[in-house]
């Protein structure tokens, strides 16, 4: 379980996010300007609240009141954007290995295998991030992610750069795959199609408010008609 309570301010922006995510799979939803990026780096620990506090399964890992701020690799926390961020002078084979410190080379290997396998990057391995379309270079550093067995996996509209297609058929297998080892996520996007698509927990993210969390039903009501638009057949 995800509870937070934060407050920043970034320029003429501030965010005040009240919440708490109890599903192992929650879509934040909301238009650009939201501050959906913010609040995933907030999360995550890249960004410090001016007020507030992050915990998780119990532990506290951001509390202003106390001054703890755990650092993003003492969370146990995976966060994937829209810029992949690979390292370039390294193949895609070492950018999904790194990070797997107590493994030894034939666990390493089988982990980034499995990984790339899984994102459907599998012949990508021995390429240079220069080398990569943008839908590659997401599903490379999607698997990146995935090879630490993150505790909570933090996803900024991962899938921008693929097609609608695929774009759907990820997020079908990787809700599966991250449903069978309890890993909660966190996605956000601007296409309410992927929350009623995945069926998970809706978080409403307005001018830096959480505005309510639900079904996708119950949350994006004003949203169905459009969307059951876009989904009928032609």
């Known amino acids: 379980m995800l ?17 708490r995510f109890t599903s192992d799979w929650t879509i934040v939803f909301g238009p650009s300007g939201a501050g959906k990026s913010t609040f995933l780096r907030l999360l995550a620990g890249l960004d410090q609240p001016d ?5 998780f399964n119990g532990t506290t890992w951001t509390d202003t009141t106390r001054s703890i701020h755990r650092k993003p690799g003492h969370r146990g926390v995976a966060l994937v954007s829209q810029q ?3 390292f370039p002078h390294m193949n895609v084979a070492a950018n999904v290995e790194y990070g797997l ?9 089988s982990r980034v295998n499995e990984m790339l396998a899984l994102v459907e990057a599998i012949g990508l391995a021995d390429r240079r991030p220069r080398d990569l379309s943008g839908g590659e270079a997401q599903r490379v550093a999607l698997a990146r992610a995935l090879a630490i067995s ?46 009623y698509a995945s069926g998970a927990e809706v978080a409403l993210l307005q001018e830096g408010t959480i505005a309510a969390i639900g079904s996708a039903e119950a949350v994006l009501s004003s949203e ?4 059951l638009d876009r989904l009928r057949p032609v």
Do not use: C, M
């Open 51 to 55: 007020q507030g506090s992050v915990a």
């Open 150 to 195: 993150p505790h909570l996996l933090l996803l900024d509209e991962p899938f921008s750069a693929l097609d609608g297609k695929g774009s759907d058929a990820l997020l079908s297998r990787l809700q599966s795959w991250l449903g069978e080892r309890r890993i909660q996520t966190v996605l956000v996007t601007h296409d309410a199609t992927d929350a």
């Open 84 to 86: 992949p961020a690979l």
């Open 3 to 19: 509870e937070f309570a934060l407050q920043a301010r970034r320029g003429h922006f501030y965010l005040q996010a009240d919440g």
């Open 101 to 109: 410190a107590g493994l030894d080379r034939r666990q390493r290997t």
């Open 224 to 227: 169905r008609e459009r969307i």
